[in-house]
């Protein structure tokens, strides 16, 4: 499902919307004409077929509705992650200001170059679903100068302490970064949501309307509907994802308002 990421939202939101005006037009080919002609058309009552269908539309739009609601939360989880990631890296790198300039240069050094990584490398992989092996490297370079240093006095001990705890919490939430790349609506919801828009559209082709035109402009309204819904979900399923995803500006305003010492 990464391949849907590669298109332009607009292009994306288009096809969608394209996909299901045709099912629409189909399924009211395959369904209307049939009726029309059967002698059970004179027995349908609009009415009837029109209670039946508020109850299917009113139970997938809460399915819709709940679903849009659950990925919109998951966006914003995501984007606060990254705030709170930046905001981490931020942390550290005022902990290590307290270093002796022997040992704060190099660690300094390592951390801009880790964040610029994130920025210009991790991020771009992140749109196409790929995790970043490089940044793993990087990050693990500082680990190591930072474990390395050996603490003179109380006072740097303190400080040293500090910059651990800041790294630790670090590694944490780029863990959890990692892990919500991968993550999304689960692939059994995914056919509900389809078989449930093929069938409402199927629904809706069981009214009897005089004009074929005016049945099929009704339907292909339904239809665009369900297309920009469903491009919705999609475009905030994988938040990481895409060109609607979440952006480095915290990352991008930490090396410019906090690593400046460059």
Same mark, same amino acid.
């Given at each position: 499902?990464?391949?849907?990421? $590669?298109?332009?939202?607009?292009?994306?939101?288009?096809?969608?919307?394209?996909?299901?005006?045709?099912?629409?037009?189909?399924? *009211? &080919?395959?369904?209307? #004409?049939?009726?029309? #002609?059967?002698?059970?058309?004179? &027995?349908?009552?609009?009415?009837?077929?029109?209670? @039946?269908?508020? =109850?299917?539309?009113? &139970?997938?739009?809460?399915?819709?509705?709940?679903?849009?609601?659950?990925?919109?939360? $998951?966006?914003?989880?995501? +984007? =606060?992650?990254?705030? #709170?990631?930046?905001?981490?890296? +931020?942390?550290?790198?005022? $902990?290590?200001?307290?270093?002796?300039?022997?040992?704060?240069?190099?660690?300094?050094?390592?951390?801009?170059?880790?964040?610029?990584?994130?920025?210009? #490398?991790?991020?771009?992989?992140? /749109?196409?679903?790929?995790?970043?092996?490089?940044?793993?490297?990087?990050?693990?370079?500082?680990?190591?100068? *930072?474990?390395?240093?050996?603490?003179?006095?109380?006072?740097?001990?303190?400080?040293?302490?500090?910059?651990?705890?800041?790294?630790?919490?670090?590694?944490?939430? /780029?863990? !959890?970064?990692?892990?919500?790349?991968?993550?999304?609506?689960?692939?059994?919801?995914?056919?509900?949501?389809? !078989?449930?828009?093929?069938?409402?559209?199927? @629904?809706?082709? !069981?009214?009897?309307?005089?004009?074929?035109?005016?049945?099929? &402009?009704?339907?292909?309204?339904?239809?665009?509907?369900?297309?920009?819904?469903?491009?919705?979900?999609?475009?905030?399923?994988?938040?990481?994802?895409?060109?609607?995803?979440?952006?480095? $500006?915290?990352?991008?305003?930490?090396?410019?308002?906090?690593?400046?010492?460059?």
């Amino acid at each position: 499902m990464v391949w849907l990421y $590669n298109f332009p939202s607009w292009l994306l939101a288009l096809t969608l919307v394209l996909v299901f005006i045709a099912l629409s037009w189909l399924s *009211l &080919l395959l369904v209307r #004409r049939p009726l029309q #002609r059967s002698s059970t058309a004179a &027995l349908i009552d609009n009415g009837t077929v029109g209670w @039946f269908f508020s =109850g299917v539309s009113l &139970l997938y739009g809460l399915l819709l509705g709940l679903l849009t609601v659950a990925t919109w939360q $998951n966006y914003t989880q995501a +984007s =606060g992650l990254a705030s #709170r990631e930046a905001a981490q890296l +931020s942390v550290l790198y005022r $902990n290590l200001s307290g270093y002796a300039p022997v040992q704060r240069k190099p660690l300094h050094a390592q951390l801009r170059r880790y964040t610029q990584h994130i920025v210009q #490398r991790s991020w771009p992989n992140q /749109r196409l679903g790929i995790i970043d092996d490089e940044e793993s490297t990087e990050f693990l370079r500082l680990q190591t100068l *930072l474990l390395g240093y050996g603490p003179d006095t109380t006072a740097h001990e303190l400080i040293h302490q500090q910059a651990l705890q800041a790294f630790n919490n670090l590694a944490e939430l /780029r863990r !959890l970064r990692a892990e919500a790349i991968g993550g999304g609506v689960p692939a059994v919801i995914w056919w509900v949501v389809l !078989l449930g828009a093929l069938l409402t559209l199927i @629904f809706a082709g !069981l009214f009897v309307v005089p004009s074929f035109w005016f049945h099929g &402009l009704l339907n292909s309204l339904l239809a665009i509907m369900l297309g920009l819904l469903i491009f919705l979900i999609v475009s905030l399923d994988h938040p990481y994802w895409g060109e609607v995803s979440v952006s480095t $500006n915290a990352y991008e305003l930490v090396l410019k308002k906090v690593m400046i010492d460059f």
